[in-house]
């Protein structure tokens, strides 16, 4: 009940602090919440609250998104369905989707969504922010077109004062299969209770689970990349820099469908496989699509 009662909650300190301890470390307990249903309902109580102040999840001090970016190396890898060699140079990429409350603090920036800048070279965007499907501050946020996620790059990237982007289809995919043309980011095969997905679709039911939403970010730690990187699979589709029919367009300019990887809460097992390719128009937005940001060598 607390986690719908932030109102009489948020006055007391002492009590918010007692919760944040006692709640924090359980998101990613797998020995004493090992079902998921449970470590989302947790990491729904904590960000109403405003108390998931982990690392990557939220601001920081200057009230920007606090992205925490892991390491990806230089070098080939297995990619796509038939596991052709590709190379990647070594790039950074965002442990989490951007959440709710990144985004949100490019909504509410006065040189944010607003500004005419970050939308320059995209070819006719909608430019008012839809709703979200889940208003949760440690929640990936959905609902945001491939347009929306190209300004906040830009935007992030003036802020910060290094080139902040999408990553490319085979930059993603590098980073959710390691080198080793892996099936999922954890490995081969599909493992009950390691990505938010539904397990109980008709199609392909392999699991009891089904949360039904997006879940705050990072609850599921054994589906971790090689890297360590988290929610590759399941949670939500991420946007991708390049056009779905030809990879090699990565222009801001155009009308083509993007390219989209990871599967979301709403599909199934098939879909959350690394390999799998989605695509959409630059426009669309819908309440299982969101996206995670990048920094590495700029693209020519």
Not at 269 to 289: Q, T
Request: with cysteine; charged share 25%; aromatic share 12%.
């Amino acid at each position: 009940c607390l986690e719908t009662s932030g109102s009489p909650v948020t006055d007391r300190p002492a009590l918010l602090r007692e919760l944040h301890d006692a709640w924090l470390p359980r998101l990613a307990d797998l020995a004493s919440d090992p079902a998921p249903q449970a470590r989302a309902a947790i990491g729904r109580a904590l960000g109403r609250l405003g108390l998931d102040d982990r690392k990557g999840v939220g601001l920081g001090p200057d009230r920007l998104p606090d992205i925490d970016w892991v390491e990806i190396p230089a070098g080939d890898f297995l990619y796509g369905e038939d596991k052709q060699r590709c190379h990647t140079d070594g790039f950074r990429i965002a442990r989490y989707p951007v959440t709710y409350a990144q985004f949100q603090a490019f909504l509410d920036a006065p040189d944010g969504y607003a500004d005419d800048r970050w939308w320059q070279g995209l070819t006719s965007p909608e430019r008012q922010p839809a709703a979200p499907g889940w208003a949760i501050a440690n929640h990936p946020r959905e609902t945001v077109s491939w347009h929306e996620a190209m300004a906040f790059c830009a935007w992030l990237s003036h802020r910060l004062g290094f080139a902040v982007r999408l990553p490319t289809e085979a930059e993603w995919e590098r980073a959710a299969r390691g080198t080793d043309g892996r099936e999922f980011p954890w490995g081969d095969g599909y493992q009950v209770g390691y990505a938010n997905i539904n397990e109980t679709s008709e199609y392909d039911k392999v699991g009891p689970n089904y949360l039904q939403q997006t879940s705050a970010v990072g609850i599921y730690p054994q589906g971790a990349s090689p890297e360590g990187v988290l929610d590759l699979a399941g949670n939500v589709w991420e946007w991708c820099l390049n056009e779905y029919e030809q990879p090699e367009r990565i222009q801001p300019g155009g009308t083509g469908a993007r390219a989209l990887r990871g599967g979301s809460w709403l599909n199934y097992r098939l879909s959350a496989r690394a390999a799998i390719r989605l695509d959409f128009l630059p426009g669309y937005r819908s309440d299982y699509v969101g996206f995670r940001v990048l920094c590495g060598p700029p693209i020519h």
